[in-house]
C-alpha cells in the first residue's frame, strides 16, 4: 500500500488490527467478495498477500464465498475468514453459516456495515445485520465505530480490535467448552474508508513464513494437534470437540452392539469397532468405511430381523443422514444409543440418547458369535462392480475363435455404458489418500452409500443439513486448503446436474489465483431423479410432478465449461471414464456423464 496515500484512516486501521492478529493466532485464508464500505478490508488483505502471511481467494458471489470458506475449514480444520460489504452480501453468507453450524465447521465473519447512526433511517445498503446469524453461530459480535487509532500496537484502541479478534477466533476453532463452528464480527465503517497502511503491520515473505516458524505456526500446529486427540484420518471436518475433563466410557461385554459412523465420523469409529469386535456400519461419508469388521449391504441387514432387529447397544459417531434404516435404529427406544460428541449438533432421535466424550472397549467385550453373524451376511452383500479381467491365455490363443472371443469380450468392457453403479464405483477407484473426494447431496451419494466397499481415503460432504447449495465452491475450498507446493493430490466433486447447476457461480476463478487441480464429475439425468424414490412420486400426478419436484433441466454444460474457463469432457463408456479420472490432471475439469432417468 503506497505511502504516499490519503493519509492514515480509522477504517484501515482496525481492519489491519484485526487481520493481522488474526494471522498471529494462525490464519492462512481470506476469501473476499469485493464492496465499498469493505474496501479496508480488503485492501488490508490483498497487502498480507503480497507480503506473503495468507492466501486470498476473491469471489464475486457472497454465497461462493461463504462456501469456499466453509471448504477450506472441513479441510484445513481452521477457519477462514470472510470479508464482504454490507446489506444482501452478508444474507448471502446464510447457506454456509447454517452447514457449518449444524456440521461444526469453523468460519469467521467479518461483515462491513454502516455506522449505527445510518441504520434503520433508510440509508443506502444498510439493514440490520447485527444478530442477523443468531442461533446459527458460536459468538457474534457489533464491534464499535473505530476512531483515530494510535500510532502505537499496543494502544488501547488497537488492543480493543486485536481482543475482538481473539474473541472471535477461540469462538470460531472452539476453545475451552465450545464446539467449533461460524463466529460473526460486524464492523461499522464511517467514512473515510481506506487510508495508509499502519507501520506497526508485520512486514514478513513466504520464504521467512516457510522457513521460520512464528507464533501463529506453532498454534495453528497445536491447535490441530487438540483437534486430532478427537478426529483422526478418513478426511473431513476435523471435529473440535467439547473440552470435557471425563474419564472414557467403557464398554462393557453384554449387549448386542454395533458401532455407527456417519458423516465426518473419522477413523475413531473403525478404531472402536476393531477394539471391541464390534460390527462397524460406516456410511460412505464418514471417513470410516474400511476395516476387518465393515459390514456391507448395512441397509438391508438393519432391517433383518435376525440382525438388525436383535441389537441392543449403538455407539454413534458423526452424523448418520444417508438411510432411513439407521434412522428408525437410532429412533428405538429399545436400543441404548451412545453419541460421540463431535462436529455439530448432538444427536438424539430416541430422546434418550446418551452424549458422551470418549468411549473405548473392554478387553474381551466384543461376541464373536455376533460379529461373525454379521460378518458372514455381510459377506453376502459384497458388489463387485469392476470390469472382468481379461483372458490373457485366451487374448493369445492360436486358435481365431478363441482370439476373437476374447477381444470382443475385452470391447465390450471397455465400451459398456456408464450407468450410476459403475460411475460412482469408477470415482471410488480413481481416489486415494492423496486426493480428496466431496459428493454433493444429490442420488449418487446414495447410491454409493449403497454400494460402495471398504477404502480409506479422505470424504468429504455438506450432511449438515443436506442441502445441495455451494457444493462446487466448497470443493474448491477444500483444493486450495489440501493442494499446498508440491503436494500431490486431485480434488474430485461427485453430484448430480441440479447440485451442479445451483452452483455455476463458483466456476469464476481469477486468472491471479493458484489453478487447483480439480475435476468436477457431474451424474446429468436431466433433473431432480432423486424425487423418484420418495413418497411424493406415488402422491403426485406425472406432470405435477416433473413440473416442479424433477424440474427438468437442458442445459448445455459444455458451453458453461468453455464460459468459465474449464476443461471439459462428455463421457459415456467405463473405458472412457476410467481414462479420464485417472490421466495426469491439471487444472480445473468438468466430467460430464449423461445417465437415464
Given amino acids: 500500500m503506497a505511502t504516499d496515500g490519503p493519509g492514515r484512516a480509522p477504517a484501515t486501521d482496525a481492519a489491519a488490527a484485526l487481520l493481522t492478529r488474526l494471522v498471529e493466532r494462525g490464519l492462512r485464508h481470506i476469501v473476499l467478495s469485493p464492496g465499498s464500505r469493505s474496501q479496508g478490508l480488503a485492501l488490508v488483505a490483498a497487502e498480507l498477500e503480497a507480503r506473503g502471511l495468507i492466501r486470498l481467494h476473491v469471489r464475486i458471489d457472497e454465497r461462493v464465498a461463504g462456501f469456499t470458506a466453509l471448504g477450506i475449514g472441513r479441510e484445513d480444520r481452521m477457519p477462514a475468514v470472510v470479508v464482504c460489504t454490507s446489506g444482501t452480501a452478508v444474507a448471502n453468507l446464510l447457506p454456509a453459516v447454517l452447514e457449518a453450524h449444524h456440521s461444526g465447521v469453523p468460519l469467521l465473519l467479518l461483515t462491513a456495515d454502516r455506522p449505527p447512526e ?252 455376533w460379529l461373525g453373524a454379521w460378518m458372514r451376511a455381510s459377506r453376502d452383500q459384497v458388489v463387485d462392480l469392476s470390469p472382468a479381467a481379461p483372458d490373457a491365455d485366451a487374448l493369445s490363443s492360436a486358435v481365431p475363435a478363441e482370439r476373437l472371443g476374447a477381444i470382443s469380450a475385452e470391447l465390450g468392457a471397455i465400451r459398456a455404458p456408464v450407468d450410476r453403479a459403475t460411475l460412482v464405483d469408477a470415482v471410488w477407484r480413481a481416489t486415494w489418500p492423496h486426493d480428496r473426494l466431496l459428493f454433493g447431496s444429490s442420488r449418487l451419494v446414495r447410491v454409493a452409500d449403497e454400494l460402495l466397499g471398504g477404502k480409506k481415503v479422505p470424504v468429504h460432504a455438506n450432511r449438515g443439513l443436506a442441502g445441495i447449495d455451494g457444493t462446487i465452491a466448497t470443493g474448491l475450498g477444500i483444493a486450495a486448503a489440501s493442494q499446498r507446493g508440491a503436494v500431490p493430490g486431485v480434488t474430485r466433486v461427485l453430484l448430480g446436474d441440479l447440485a451442479f447447476l445451483h452452483d455455476v457461480g463458483a466456476l469464476l476463478h481469477p486468472a491471479a489465483e493458484d489453478e487447483p487441480r480439480i475435476q468436477v464429475i457431474v451424474g446429468n439425468d436431466g433433473g431432480g431423479t432423486i424425487f423418484d424414490g420418495l413418497e411424493v412420486a406415488g402422491v403426485a400426478s406425472p406432470q405435477a410432478f416433473d413440473r416442479v419436484q424433477y424440474t427438468p433441466q437442458t442445459a448445455r454444460l459444455e458451453q458453461l465449461a468453455r464460459a468459465y474457463g474449464w476443461e471439459y469432457q462428455r463421457i459415456t463408456t467405463r473405458g472412457a471414464l476410467d481414462q479420464a479420472l485417472t490421466s495426469p490432471a491439471g487444472g480445473r475439469q468438468i466430467i460430464e456423464v449423461p445417465l437415464s432417468r
Fill in 118 to 369: 445510518l441504520r434503520g433511517i433508510g440509508a443506502n445498503q444498510a439493514t440490520r445485520q447485527p444478530g442477523m446469524f443468531s442461533g446459527f453461530v458460536r459468538l457474534e459480535s457489533d464491534l464499535p465505530v473505530a476512531e483515530a487509532l494510535a500510532e502505537s500496537a499496543e494502544a488501547d484502541e488497537v488492543a480493543a480490535f486485536r481482543a475482538a479478534a481473539d474473541e472471535g477466533w477461540d469462538a470460531a476453532v472452539g476453545s475451552g467448552s465450545r464446539v467449533a463452528g461460524p463466529v460473526h464480527l460486524n464492523i461499522p465503517f464511517r467514512e473515510p474508508l481506506a487510508g495508509e497502511l499502519p507501520a506497526w503491520v508485520p512486514s514478513s515473505s513466504a520464504e521467512d513464513a516457510a522457513s521460520d516458524p512464528t507464533e501463529a505456526d506453532v498454534e495453528a500446529e497445536t491447535v490441530e494437534a487438540e483437534w486430532g486427540a478427537h478426529y483422526q484420518g478418513g478426511g473431513g471436518v476435523g471435529a473440535a470437540l467439547e473440552v470435557v475433563e471425563t474419564e472414557p466410557v467403557v464398554l462393557e461385554a453384554g449387549p448386542r452392539t454395533v458401532v455407527v459412523a456417519g458423516a465426518d465420523a473419522g477413523s475413531d469409529a473403525e478404531e472402536l469397532a476393531h477394539a471391541g469386535g464390534f460390527p462397524l456400519i460406516a456410511e460412505i461419508v464418514s471417513g470410516a468405511r474400511y476395516g476387518r469388521h465393515l459390514v456391507h449391504g448395512y441397509r438391508t441387514l438393519l432391517s433383518d430381523a435376525e440382525l438388525g432387529g436383535r441389537i441392543e447397544r449403538v455407539v454413534v459417531f458423526g452424523h448418520p443422514t444417508l438411510s432411513r434404516e439407521v434412522a428408525r435404529l437410532l429412533s428405538r427406544s429399545d436400543v441404548e444409543v451412545m453419541a460421540v460428541r463431535g462436529p455439530g449438533e448432538q444427536l438424539n432421535l430416541n430422546g434418550v440418547t446418551v452424549a458422551v466424550d470418549d468411549v473405548t472397549a473392554a478387553r474381551g467385550t466384543g461376541d464373536r458369535e
